[in-house]
């Protein structure tokens, strides 16, 4: 089974520690330890405890949270446009692009015309950033594609999962509350204690076209999502979502 859990001192709110394990095994982020990064993820979502402000100038405390630096990337591999934004040399970032700090950005990956990261961003190797692609808060594994019109926040994205156009994460609940991950079939509820809180996709996760998954969401491995769907709660590993109340279990290798 793959049920929910906890990780980085509870600053991210994960689905399955072996998933993480995983993410963390991205070659954009293999030369951090692990100490560094919970302190990493513990520092981004303290911001969204305290109300996670738009602005930067409203942060004065953003300064002093840790950022990438020289002692963890070779700059023969990286480039290093400004403080905490490290891009592979060998990855490709258009002009109109904005890259936040921090982010770091792995080698052959494509990021788009207009696309938007924010910030808190780890982005893997031979990923797909499209075109008017904003990313906030979020880990991208390696080979994941979010390659059209994609809100990706306070989010985890695991090998080779992709995004279809349009399809979001949605990371505030309507009425402002704060977050509970709910896994229904098991019974299981994990109070997040902040108000942000995405989506955490498995490896080989499919998000169909124009899809909204809702704040808490958790999709397990190899599972899909049918197009214009609207997902709430955990979805199980080689499941077939087709929406609320019909969700199949694969069959074969599919």
């Not at 890259?99 to 808190?120: D, M, N």
């Not at 498995?202 to 214009?228: A, F, K, Q, R, T």
Request: net charge negative; charged share 25%; aromatic share 8%.
């Amino acid at each position: 089974s793959w049920g929910v859990g906890q990780y980085a001192d509870q600053a991210m709110y994960v689905a399955d520690r072996s998933i993480i394990s995983g993410i963390m095994r991205s070659s954009a982020v293999k030369d951090y330890s692990d100490s560094d990064l919970e302190t990493l993820l513990s520092s981004y979502m303290e911001e969204s405890r305290s109300g996670d402000a738009a602005e930067p100038a409203a942060q004065p405390a953003r300064a002093a949270r840790p950022v990438p630096g020289g002692d963890f990337f070779s700059k023969d591999e990286y480039d290093n446009p400004k403080e905490g934004v490290w891009i592979h040399k060998e990855a490709s970032v258009m002009p109109s692009a904005y890259i936040g700090s921090p982010c770091i950005i792995g080698k052959g990956t494509e990021v788009r015309h207009c696309a938007f990261v924010r910030g808190s961003a780890l982005i893997g190797e031979n990923c797909v950033v499209g075109n008017s692609v904003e990313l906030k808060n979020v880990i991208i594994s390696d080979n994941v594609q979010v390659p059209h019109y994609n809100y990706v926040g306070d989010s985890i994205l695991g090998y080779r999962s992709h995004m279809g156009a349009g399809s979001i994460t949605s990371n505030v609940k309507s009425d402002k509350t704060l977050v509970v991950i709910k896994d229904k079939e098991n019974g299981e509820e994990i109070e997040t204690g902040i108000k942000k809180v995405g989506a955490f996709l498995g490896d080989y996760v499919e998000v169909g076209c124009n899809s909204v998954l809702c704040p808490g969401s958790v999709i397990g491995p190899h599972s899909n999502i049918y197009p214009l769907s609207r997902v709430r709660g955990v979805v199980k590993a080689n499941s077939i979502f087709k929406k609320e109340g019909d969700i199949v279990e694969k069959k074969g290798n599919i």
